[in-house]
Nanobody, 125 residues
Framework: QVQLVESGGGSAQAGGSLRLSCAAS????????MAWFRQAPGKEREGVAA????????YYVDSVKGRFTISRDNAKNTLYLQMNNLKPEDTGMYYC??????????????????WGQGTQVTVSS
């Protein structure tokens, strides 16, 4: 059974940090590109960070560059998102996603066919 399970969300104050984890099971993790998406209330889901199967290259949406870091431990079948200097606009439900191979558009939701259930991140000012 293919499954992604996120954890690590919670509440933080502006300027604080959180680290999200996404545990994968049921498939060969190191053959899959992975990404983090987020969705704020009333807004469309947007891609935040992505990485190819080997962990390089990595991609970030402009709003998180220099603050967020995506990484993966293929031996542990786990994807991470280190979020520093959090801002209230980072608030939302964060999802990890996976797909086999190399997506042409790394921040397109349609490019991924495996999704986690999401973990909530709330940043207060």
């Amino acid at each position: 059974q293919v499954q992604l399970v996120e954890s690590g969300g919670g509440s933080a104050q502006a300027g604080g940090s959180l680290r999200l984890s996404c545990a994968a099971s049921g498939y060969t993790h190191n053959n899959y590109a992975m990404a983090w998406f987020r969705q704020a209330p009333g807004k469309e889901r947007e891609g935040v960070a992505a990485t190819y199967p080997g962990g390089k290259p990595t991609y970030y949406v402009d709003s998180v560059k220099g603050r967020f870091t995506i990484s993966r431990d293929n031996a542990k079948n786990t994807l991470y998102l280190q979020m520093n200097n959090l801002k209230p606009e980072d608030t939302g439900m964060y999802y990890c996603a996976a797909r086999s191979g190399f997506p042409y558009q790394v921040f397109s939701s349609d490019a991924y066919d495996i999704w986690g259930q999401g973990t909530q991140v709330t940043v207060s000012s």
